[in-house]
T-cell receptor
Framework: DAGITQSPRHKVTETGTPVTLRCHQT?????MYWYRQDPGHGLRLIHY???????DKGEVSDGYSVSRSKTEDFLLTLESATSSQTSVYFC???????????FGSGTRLTVV | GENVEQHPSTLSVQEGDSAVIKCTYS??????FPWYKQELGKGPQLIID?????GEKKDQRIAVTLNKTAKHFSLHITETQPEDSAVYFC???????????FGTGTRLKVLA
């Protein structure tokens, strides 16, 4: 998907373990976002970044942290995974902030 | 809180017929309304968007209409084809923020 890569694509982890998901972009876009997708809820914003080391919380940020030390990478960390965090996680990037998100292909995370 | 309602949740149409998906938003400050198409196993892809200073926008077989007074907007797909089968999401956003509020999605099936 147009210069945005998520890794891993699939992961199964145990409750209580830390997990880090990576989003990598080659578009040099300023804005990056992490969403989760769950049936019946659409996509919900977890955290977003508006520049290197500049991040803020979204509507479902509890239990998640993020870091952005380089323009191209945005990491999402689940400090201690719970079953309620089983979901599909999407990263998105945009050049102009609000307009024209481009989404990655997603990471399917299962917490057992 | 901010909310976007999307209907219907599933929609089946015969190939060649039209499909209409409707969304209602709650935040009167919302001024940007994108529509995304998500195919199985992929990330959402932007198909069309509209800003609040425009009432209608068309792109080939796809059109979006916006009624700011009623706070609703709709996606219209004409001459549907099997490849239009996917899940469609609407979203609402506000200038000065960075987040989208997504609807819960509509699964469109185009029957050949």
């Amino acid at each position: 998907d147009a210069g945005i890569t998520q890794s891993p694509r699939h992961k199964v982890t145990e409750t209580g373990t830390p997990v880090t998901l990576r989003c990598h972009q080659t578009e040099n876009h300023r804005y990056m976002y992490w969403y989760r997708q769950d049936p019946g809820h659409g996509l919900r914003l977890i955290h977003y970044s508006y520049g290197v080391k500049d991040t803020d919380k979204g509507e479902v940020s509890d239990g998640y942290s993020v870091s952005r030390s380089k323009t191209e990478d945005f990491l999402l960390t689940l400090e201690s995974a719970t079953s309620s965090q089983t979901s599909v996680y999407f990263c998105a990037i945009s050049e102009e902030g609000l307009y024209g998100y481009t989404f990655g292909s997603g990471t399917r995370l299962t917490v057992v | 809180g901010e909310n976007v309602e999307q209907h219907p949740s599933t929609l089946s149409v015969q190939e060649g017929d039209s499909a209409v998906i409707k969304c209602t938003y709650s935040d009167s400050a919302s001024n940007y309304f994108p529509w995304y198409k998500q195919e199985l196993g992929k990330g959402p892809q932007l198909i069309i968007d509209i800003r609040s200073n425009v009432g209608e926008k068309k792109d080939q077989r796809i059109a979006v209409t916006l009624n700011k007074t009623a706070k609703h907007f709709s996606l219209h797909i004409t001459e549907t084809q099997p490849e239009d089968s996917a899940v469609y999401f609407c979203a609402a956003a506000t200038s000065g923020t960075y987040k989208y509020i997504f609807g819960t999605g509509t699964r469109l099936k185009v029957l050949a």
